[in-house]
Structure formats: C-alpha cells, structure tokens
T-cell receptor, first 117, second 109 residues
C-alpha cells in the first residue's frame, strides 16, 4: 500500500514570500490532517479535513495560512506571507474515516521541512 | 498548562539497560493513549497503544494511570536501534490527537 505522499521534501524561502505544500493521502482515506512540528516540539494540528470539508481549523493562523482539499483527495497548504517563526516541518497525515485513531490506519507522510530566512 | 507534558530527557543509557519515562496529560476525559516513536528527521510512527490494564509489546511496556493522569513507557534490554524521540499522544475526545514534545532516548554501545 502506498503511503502518504508529500512534496517538496525541503523548501527554503525568504520571509514575506509565499510557499505551498502538497499532500496526497492513502487511497480511500477520507480524513486528512496537516500538522506543524517546530524543532523540539510535538506536532500541532493545523487543520483537519473530512473528505473536502473542514472539521477543525481552530489552530490555523488564518491571516497567513490557508488549506484546501477541493476534490476530497489531495490537499494543498499555503503560507503567505511567511514569517521566520513558520520554520518547521509540515506533516500531513490521513486516516480511513472520521474519528479513527492511530490503531486504525492513521499514517503520517514524511513531511516538508520549511526554512524561512 | 499544556495538554501533554513530557520530560524531554535526554536519557542516555548503555545497551542492555532499562529506561523508563512518563508523560502527564491535563484532560481527565481523555479517551485513548499512544506512544509514538520519531527518528531524527523522520515522521512519527505508532509504537504502541496504551491500555488501562497495561500492555507489553516485546521489550516495551506501557502503563496508564487514569487517577494520576499519567502514562509511562518502559524499555527493557535497550538496543542501539531504540535511540529515538518518544512522543506521548493523547486523544482528549472526538478525533483530536494531542502530542507531547517528546522524550529523547540515546542508547550507547
């Protein structure tokens, strides 16, 4: 079974520039998550989609971050404009259905490492 | 107060030693609990779930104390390959997973 695909693996941008990350979940997984993991911290949920609808975006800094999952499959996370404190690894995860936890196929992608200079 | 707190370590132990560490969680209504392993520059991967009665998976033993709101992980007969960051993960309800900042374990030859 193919895993969660993310691209790019690495990105370096200057502050105030924009950047976009892409995630393709495991085939058939209805739920998709974007996490931000700052160095030395655990992953923090930014946004959760169920199919193409947003379930939770309470921790998404909406003044600069946006995300979409238009067809309920792959997803894009955008930052515009980027700040130095956005330097982090952005992890995408997917699970088969709403509310399923790690016991039931919840899988992370390998992440995109963003450096803002 | 953070939802999940862990001792960051590092725990530096020789091969063959036993190492144990805890995490505490703030939401008493939390429903399920997990330990994840994260290698340097890799994504987190599920190590094991934590059940109320305690559970083992090979050299790994997890315990849950709901009254005191903490979870523990014990690693017996440590291997070099056990060197990693161990993330404590709590489901406080519904779909959400809350991650601790991780405990770093380094096993030396």
């Amino acid at each position: 079974e193919a895993g969660v695909a993310q691209s790019p693996r690495y990105k370096i941008i200057e502050k105030r520039q924009s950047v976009a990350f892409w995630c393709n979940p495991i085939s058939g997984h209805a739920t998709l998550y974007w996490y931000q993991q700052i160095l030395g911290q655990g992953p923090k949920l930014l946004i959760q989609f169920q199919n193409n609808g947003v379930v939770d975006d309470s921790q998404l800094p909406k003044d600069r971050f946006s995300a979409e999952r238009l067809k309920g499959v792959d997803s894009t996370l955008k930052i515009q404009p980027a700040k130095l404190e956005d330097s982090a690894v952005y992890l995408c995860a997917s699970s088969p259905s709403f509310g399923t936890g790690p016991n039931y196929g919840y899988t992370f992608g390998s992440g995109t490492r963003l450096t803002v200079v | 107060r953070k939802e999940v707190e862990q001792d960051p370590g590092p725990f530096n132990v020789p091969e063959g030693a036993t190492v144990a560490f805890n995490c505490t969680y703030s939401n008493s209504a939390s429903q399920s609990f997990f330990w994840y392993r994260q290698d340097c520059r890799k994504e987190p991967k599920l190590l094991m779930s934590v059940y109320s009665s305690g559970n083992e998976d090979g050299r790994f033993t997890a315990q849950l104390n709901r009254a005191s709101q903490y979870i523990s992980l014990l690693i017996r007969d440590s291997k070099l390959s056990d060197s990693a960051t161990y993330l404590c993960v709590v489901n406080p309800g519904r779909y959400k997973l809350s991650f601790g900042a991780g405990t770093t374990v380094t096993v030396r030859a």
